[in-house]
């Protein structure tokens, strides 16, 4: 198109040279002198012209470049917004999470798999075998047979009167460090003969609730005592607290202990209470509300003596529970009975709903190494250290009593 152009001036040139002859009878030189000024300032125009063309088109482009850089900054912006919270986010725990999910989901297939197996197969030989008819079941437990303990109830009440109940601290470490997390406070009475009677020896199994919550006040006021001494000394202690039904059932004996916890907001955090797990099943709705009032003031629960694992960790996680406790010796044999869970995914299980699992009764290494690697990161028992006094300047007058009157 620009040589059209060209073509054309110079034959606009050529017309003009020609009139200025001819037409205006110029002189040879002075027609081609016109006609070269003519075609300069053709060409000139032209140039000036392309020129600003070029230059309109250059600064489109550039503006197109600006934007696109613009977006471009506010993409990478974006962008560096999202590599920031991805880095931010707490993978690691989140696919611990699904991990231990999707192991224990293939678990609970694969269990299920086979119990519907082993029904089918049940059910196929009770009908070639038997036949139609009535099955047996099974005879029913006595659940209300109880071994009587040792001393009698009258004699425990005659010991509390004497004041000769003790309260010796049993240790619950962690694995694999085995650092100490806390301590049982376990009662224990103090015989005639100059023995220790331990509390299955001399606890009530039926009735005595009234000595029950007498022993556990005892409990608690000797654990405010060794927590406040202890964090008076820079050498803070978590002690596990008894707890049963026969005082969460009675409503004087609980406002006395909610009264305690407040009037002792200082060290409250360092008090777990215990409870078996036969009486929390045995536990309403309204008494599982009364424990909510414990966590308010600050307390926590320990679930101890478990027989099986098969609960809701979602209720005991709302009711305060942070630990639950089961035989170390039963879960190693039979670990069936407790859940239907392997054993290395218990633990993460219930690490979910922030609850630690601790194996009790451990009696020798070899145990520790299994607890170990199956998940379970707290242990007691005889192998890890037997119940004994506490210090001296952390007891009570109240425990020094009985000392006193040997002496």
Known sequence: MQGLVYIFIALATLGVAAAAYFGLTFSPIEAFVTAIAFGAIAVM????????????????????????????????QVLSQRVNAIADTNVGSRLEGIEADISVLGTVTRQLAEALAELEEGHHTERTSSGPGIVELPPEEDDDVFDEPLIPEAELRAALEQNRLVFHI????????????GYDLVPRLMQD?????????????????????????????????????????????????PLSKATIGDRKALDQVLATLVANQAITSSLDFS?????????????????????????????????????DFAELEGLGFTVVRFDATQFLNKPETFSDFHTADISPYAKRFDIALCATGVIDEQQLLSLFEDGIGLVQGPHIGRPGPVRADLIGERARQPERRQA
């Open 275 to 311: 409870l078996a797990q036969a009486q929390y099943k045995t536990l309403g709705a309204p008494e599982k509300r009364l424990l909510g009032e414990f966590g308010k003031a600050g307390a926590g629960f320990v679930l101890r003596d478990a027989a099986s694992l098969r609960f």
């Open 170 to 181: 049993e240790p619950v470490v962690s694995l694999p460090s085995r650092k100490p997390l």
């Open 45 to 76: 125009l032209m140039e000036r012209r392309l020129r600003q063309r070029s230059e309109a088109r250059l600064e489109r482009a550039i503006e197109d470049l600006a934007r696109l850089l613009s977006t471009d900054a506010k993409a990478g």
């Open 193 to 241: 003969a100059g023995g220790l009677a331990d509390a299955p020896d001399f606890m009530p199994r039926r009735g005595g609730e009234d000595l029950v919550r007498q022993i556990e006040a005892l409990a608690l006021e000797e654990a405010v005592t060794i927590a406040r001494r202890a964090k008076t000394s820079g050498q803070p202690i978590r002690l596990f607290i």
